[in-house]
């Protein structure tokens, strides 16, 4: 089968299409023909060896969409010819077929295109986990998700539609704030505005936000503690650095940072994460959003798209 393979750690180029055999399912493993292939900015960091480093070499990619291609022994959630959306997989996504342990593959429903199922592994995942678990959010409480416009703030926008949330989204272009405001944040704002953090302050009356999911907190993890509300918790999603910080800004509010990360979870926590996911898409209140599709030959563009400015929902690939 064809597949990308990375032999050595480094930038885009190092992401070389080959030709390698298909695995079979052993028992408790189901096989997926791939149809859409999800990217990630993780599998960036990976690739560049920044993130612990896999053993090489190795097959990119934690999610995809496509069909049961074969069952082994023991498998019951799926059977072969159904439509599925895996979340984390045995070895890898960037390829024609994918092998997943059987709590990996999840159904998905009809109204949904492939593409949109492999933008669900990661970005909704680490949205539901930030929001209702990390930041343990209540209806009513007010959110700033903070990098609206991508794969998982599009998430945390529709979830924190659904649950009541009073959510503001922000996003770095004008494309990226109505897609963020369509998807149901009450208000949006421009992160690369001039005092937009005021702006935001203002919106809550100057109480401040109860909640603010962060996705880039080596940029502004100090900048957003002022415009927490009492009892206020950051989670930490993203960051790309260090950061410099105010600890009283935390004291006098008694306010949280919190963080979060999806590979800390375990089967039975990521069962329940896709239990509510998988509600979210049949009753139609998660909509995955995606922006571009690239062929899995151009994965090394669609490394450089993922990490550039204006996103407007996930990348995808098809193989
Ligand atoms: P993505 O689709 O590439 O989106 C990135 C988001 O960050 C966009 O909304 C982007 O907005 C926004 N952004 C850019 N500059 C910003 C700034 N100065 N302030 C606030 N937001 C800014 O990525 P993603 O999949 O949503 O992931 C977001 C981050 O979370 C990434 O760093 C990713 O590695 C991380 N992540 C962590 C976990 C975990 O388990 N902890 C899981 C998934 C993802 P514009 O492009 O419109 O400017």
Known sequence: MKAIRVHEFGGPEVLLLEEIPCP????????????????????????????????????????AAGIVESV??????????????????????????????EFQVHPLPDMLTFAQGAAVGVAYATAYRAL???????????????????????????????????ATGTAGTEKGCLLVSQHGAEHVLNHRAPGYLEAASALTQGQGFDVILEMLANVNLGQVLPFLARNGRVVVIGSRGRVEMTPRDLMFREADVRGMSLFNLGEDEL?????????????????????????????????????????????????
């Not at 799926?78 to 890898?92: C, F, I, K, M, S």
């Not at 007010?142 to 794969?151: E, F, N, P, Q, T």
């Open 24 to 63: 079979s399912p052993a028992g408790g493993q189901v096989l997926v023909k791939v149809v859409a292939i999800g990217v990630n900015p993780v599998d960036t960091y990976l690739r560049s060896g920044s993130n612990p480093a896999l053993p090489r070499p190795y097959v990119p990619g934690l999610d």
């Open 271 to 319: 069962a329940g994460i896709h239990h509510a996911i998988g509600a979210g898409l049949r009753g139609g209140f998660l909509q995955p959003v995606v922006a571009r599709s690239f062929q899995l030959e151009e994965a090394a563009k669609a490394h450089a798209a993922v990490l550039a400015q204006g996103a407007l929902g996930k990348l995808v690939m098809t193989p």
């Open 132 to 166: 209702f678990q990390r930041a343990a959010t209540r209806a009513g409480e007010r959110v700033l998700i903070h990098g609206a416009s991508g794969g998982v703030g599009i998430a945390a926008v529709q979830f924190a539609r659904a649950a009541g949330f009073r």
């Open 72 to 101: 082994g022994e023991g498998v019951t959630r799926v059977r072969a010819g159904e439509r599925v959306y895996t979340a984390g997989n045995l070895t890898g996504a960037y390829a024609e077929f994918v092998l997943c342990s």
